[in-house]
């Protein structure tokens, strides 16, 4: 799935969107450490020991019905925009449910069908990873410095019912201390760990341009790719408008 830096890159874009509202971008703009840490919330099921359903309300399948927001507020309405009178809490649910419809058309446009038919598991599974790393790696290079005191200055109290505050700012803390001129981006040291490489091993093969032809892009084109990511933040541009006007 998209990396937490990809994720937060998604949400730059919007903050400078004239599609979104301008009420709205100034509710995220006003919050934009809490919508952060939204954007990056799901995964503090790694340090929380949550199960993937619990925190982003799908399992992996070639088609996702009812969509992940739709699931969350309806088992947890107390999130929905009327009833968070929190605009801190607000902003950070709207860049929780984006960051689960990433993760679903991800999910749906490129995991099951750009990974399912060439080479052999082992393979589409390294590729997978280097996929990641390479967009990782561009991602995080447009993240502003400036980002680090807001996130890290993001204060939940309760907004999440299925994870504790503990949690998420244990999560907050680890991924805003990698920002760029603050900390160091532990992406490869991470990823390569799930397909037996060193992080500098799986940093030579992502900037190693012939092998990324060879074994990844012929197999998984570059435009389709950038579809897919076209498709990612137009749906979390439009989950968060609909967060915001109570729509989802």
């Known amino acids: 799935m998209p990396t937490p830096f990809m994720h937060m890159a998604l949400a730059h874009r919007m903050n400078t969107d004239a599609v979104v509202p301008s009420d ?13 840490l939204g954007q990056v919330a799901p995964d503090a099921r790694v340090s929380s020991g949550l199960q993937r359903p619990q925190t982003h309300f799908f399992d992996y399948q070639p088609i996702i019905d009812p969509p992940a927001p739709q699931v969350m507020l309806t088992k947890h309405p107390e999130l929905r ?5 929190d605009p801190s809490q607000a902003a950070f649910v709207a860049g929780y449910v984006a960051h689960l419809v990433v993760d679903e058309v991800w999910c749906m446009e490129a995991l099951y069908p750009l990974f399912s038919e060439w080479g052999t598991m082992p393979m589409r599974f390294h590729m997978l990873h280097m996929l990641l790393g390479f967009l990782d790696e561009r991602d995080y290079t447009t993240l502003p410095s400036s980002d680090y005191a807001p996130m890290h200055n993001a204060a939940p109290d309760h907004w999440l019912p299925f994870m504790t505050d503990a949690d998420l700012i244990v999560w907050r803390d680890l991924i805003a201390d990698q920002l760029p001129s603050v900390g160091r981006n532990l992406t490869y040291d991470i990823l390569s760990k799930r397909i037996d490489q060193t992080p500098e091993q799986m940093a030579d093969f992502v900037h190693n341009t012939q092998e990324m032809q060879t074994q990844l892009w012929s197999n998984v084109p570059p435009d389709k790719i950038a579809h897919v990511e076209q498709d990612m933040y137009a749906r979390s541009r439009q989950t968060v408008i609909d967060y915001y006007t109570d729509t989802i």
Not at 24 to 36: E, P, T, Y
């Open 24 to 36: 709205i971008r100034s509710a995220i703009q006003a919050d934009w450490g809490a919508f952060l």
């Open 81 to 85: 925009r009327p009833r968070t009178t």
